[in-house]
C-alpha cells in the first residue's frame, strides 16, 4: 500500500517493512512504466527481495473444545464479580448516565457457593497433570466490582476457601481494583496478603472532578489519604505493588497527569480512554463535553502500533526473531476464551473477561455446580469466524486487527465486525500518521527512545 | 525564489555499523558492502545513529559524489528539499526494539513473567547418562559419542514431570535425547518420553557403535548417527550397521582433519549415504584445520545474504543458544555444556530455571559479539555467525582471520 506525502511516498510492504520512495519512483512503479533505467533497475532489485509479495492469506485456524479447555487450566487469574454495588457515582461510569442501561443489573453481589463451586471446578483442572504446563505459576484471584471492598468479608471467606485447597502445580496471588476510598479499613489485610492493588485516581483534584460519591461530593481528598496511608505505613508494599489507572477525559491532559504522579508517589498510570459503545443518544452532547481530544501521549500509540505493524523493527519478544508458522491463522484479536481469565459475575455468569459485554457468557454456576461446555464455546466461536471470515479476507486491517469476537453484532443470524476497514479508509488513517510523524519530529524521538504503553 | 536542497538517506535495508573512524555499510539485498572513511560523511552518520535519525543534507561536491555512488550501489536515495521545508520521517536504519526484552523479563510483575519467559523456551536437550567428565573434550562437543560414565536413569525419573511441563512450551520445536551408552535396549525412560512428548520433536542422539547394538531402532523418531572417523575409520562400523533399514536417520562424520574429510568422502559414495553432515572436532592440536575450514574471513561472511532480521537478531540474542536448555540426569540445567550449570531442576521450579536462563552471568541466551572485547570494535560484528561452542572449546572468542 502506498501512502503518499509532500516528499517521499510510503510503501507499506505486505511482507513487512515500511519503504521509502521518491515521489517520482513511487509513481514510477504505480503506473509500471519506468522513465529511468536506475529506477527500472532498483524497483527489480526491490521485487526480487519480496518487497511486493501478498502475504499469503490463510484464514484456516479453528477454535476447539479441548483448546479452550487447556486454555481455562492453563489460565493466569480467576476474576470475582464481587458486587454490582459502588459507593461511588463517577460521571462516566459505564452504568450511569451517558450509557444505554444494561437490564438486570440490581446491585447483586456474589453468591459464596457460587464462587466456591468456580474454584474447585477450576482447581480441579489446575490439577490435572497431563494438561497443566504452568508449573510454578501463580494463579491470580482477582477482586473487582462496584466497588470490591464493599464486599470485604465475602473477599475475605473466597480468600480462605482457596488457601484451604491444595493446588498441585501451581501457587496464589490476589489483585484488585477498588476506588480507594476504603482502603484505610483494610489496608493491613491486604498488605499481609500481597494483593496487587490497582486504584483508579484520574490525577489532581481538578483532575479528578469526574469521580464522586453517591451524594455529589467529589472522592479525591479521601483517595489520596489513603494512598498516603499506605506510602507512609508501608512503603515497600507501595513501591512493589501499588498502581493506578487514570481514565483519560477532557480535563486532565496525560502530561499533567504524568507529572501529578510523579511527583506525589514516583508512578506512572495506566491510562485508559472513556467507552465510546452504548451511548445514550439523549446524554450525547454532554458525553462529547468530557470526552477527550486526543492528545499525543494518547495518540502516540497509534503511531507506535503504525511502527510495529509495518516497520517490522518492533518485536513483542525474543521468539519474534525466529521465523513463525502463519498457518491456521486465526482471525481478529480475540483471545482463546479463558487464556488470560475466568470472570465470575456477581449474578453467576461465566465470561472470558470483565470488558465482555454479560449477555456474551460462556457458562454459568447455578446450585447444581459449574456448567462450562468447552466444545460449544468452539462451535460458537468457529461460526463467528465462518461468518465475518470473507470479510476479514477483504479488510485492510486482517493482519493488525484487535477486535473481540465478543463485540460483533448479529445481523440476519449471521455476525458481522463493526471494525471492517475498507483500504481507502486505512490509508487515509495512515495518511494522518506518517504526516504527523514528519511534521513532528519529537514524536519519532518519543517512540523510538520514551515509548511505554499507555 | 527558495533554494532546493540536497537530502540522502538511507534504505531500510541497508545496515550500518560505524566504529572507530569508519563505517561498514552493508546491503542486504544485493549483498554488497561499502566500506566508508570520509570524514564528513561519517561525522553525519555518526550524528544520524547519535539523535535516531535517517538522512542528512548534502553540502559538499565531495558528500555529493560519495552519496550519489551510494545511491547507485542501491543504499539510499536523494530527494530535494525546499529551503525551509522539514525533512521527511525516514526510519533510523539500525532501529529496533523487544518489547518483552531482558529487562522486562526481569523485573515486570510475576503475573507477566511466566507467560512471556515460557515463549522463549525453543529447544530442550536431555543428557541422558552423565555424559563427560571435566576434561573430556571429545564428549563436551559431541556428548553423545563417546561411552560415558555414569548411570543411565539414575534420577531421571524424579523430574519427568517438569520435562513433560516444559516439552508442552508452545514455541518448543525441538526436543534432543542423547544417548551415549551402547546398551540402548534397557533404555526404558524412552518409552516414558514417547508417551509424555510429543513424537514430532523428539530427536535421538547416539553414536554409531550404539546404533549396532540398537536391536530395534525406532523407526518414527528422527535420530542423530554420530561417526568419529578417527576412532572407526578402519573398523567396516557402516557395513554392520547397513543391514538394518532405518528410517529418519542422519549421519554425522565427525572429522579432525582434510584427510578425514576424504575418509568420510568414501564411507558416504561406499554406502550411497544421502542424508550426512560433517562436524569438525577440536582435539587441541588440530588448529590449522579449523583455521583453514572454521575460521571465518570476509569472503565467508559474504559468502550467502544476511537479511536485516538475522542482522538485528545478532545484536540481541547469540540465536544459537537462545532458548535452548540442557538438563543432566542429575537435574542440572544450563544452556551450554561447555559453560558453568545455572541451577538444578529440582531446586528451581521452571519459571525460576527461565529466569535464572535469562540473567544468569552463566547463561550464553544473550552472549553476542558486541560482549567479546575482540569482536566488540569489529564492522562486521553483526554480520558474524553467533558465537559458538567452537569458540569455547578452543578458548578464543572470534574464529576468523579479520581480526
Known sequence: MFINDKILSYYLSDKKGIYFFPNRFARQIKSGIFDDVFYKKKYELLKKNGVFNKKEILLDGLYSGPIIRRALTNTIAIDFELTENCNLDCEYCIFGKFYEQIPGRKNKSINLNYAFKLIDYTFNLFNDPNENFSLGKPIYLGFYGGEPLLEFKKLVEIINYAKSKKLNYNFLRYSMTTNGTLIHKYIDYLVEHEFKLSISLDGNKNHNYLRKYKNKKECYDDVFNNINLIKRKYPAYFKENVSFNTVRHSKNPVNEVEKYFSENFNKRPIFSLLNQNRINKNNEIEFNKILSEPDLQIRIKEYYDFLKNFSERIKPSYADFFDGDEENFIPTGTCIPFSRRIFLTADGKILPCEKIDHKYYLGEVTYNGVSIDFEEIGAKLNKVLADIKKSCYNCSNLWHCEECMFSFDKKADKYVCKKFTPKSKIKEYYKTIVENISENKAILSKLINDYHEI | MKSKYDFFYFEPYVHINYQDNKALLYNTFTNKQEILDNNILLKLIQQNIQDQTNGFFLHSPIEKEICNKLRKGYFGDIVSIVEGETPPFVLPTEFSKVEKNKEFLKTAPLRNISENII?????????????????????????????????????????????????????????????????????????????????????????????????????????LVYYPISIYSKENKLGKFKSKKVNNLKFLFIIESEDQISVADDIVCKYGIRDYDYKPFFNGNNLDFFEDNVFLDEESIFSKKINKNQILRNREINAIDFGKIIIFNDGKYCTNNLLPILGNIKNDDIRQMLINCISSKNSTWFLTRNDLPKCKNCIYNQLCPPVSDYEHVIGKFNLCNIL
Open chain 2, 119 to 223: 515463549n522463549c523456551l525453543f529447544e530442550l536437550d536431555l543428557y541422558i547418562d552423565n555424559p563427560y567428565q571435566d576434561n573430556d573434550t571429545y564428549n563436551k562437543q559431541f556428548p553423545s559419542v563417546y561411552f560415558p560414565i555414569g548411570e543411565r536413569e539414575k534420577e531421571f525419573s524424579d523430574f519427568l514431570f517438569q520435562i513433560e511441563a516444559l516439552g508442552n512450551s508452545s514455541n518448543l520445536n525441538t526436543i534432543n535425547i542423547f544417548i551415549s551408552k551402547s546398551n540402548v535396549e534397557n533404555f526404558h525412560l524412552l518409552d516414558e518420553f514417547k508417551n509424555k512428548l510429543d513424537n514430532n520433536k523428539l530427536v535421538l542422539h547416539f553414536n554409531i557403535e550404539t546404533a549396532i547394538n540398537y536391536k530395534q531402532i525406532d523407526d518414527d523418531l528422527q535420530k
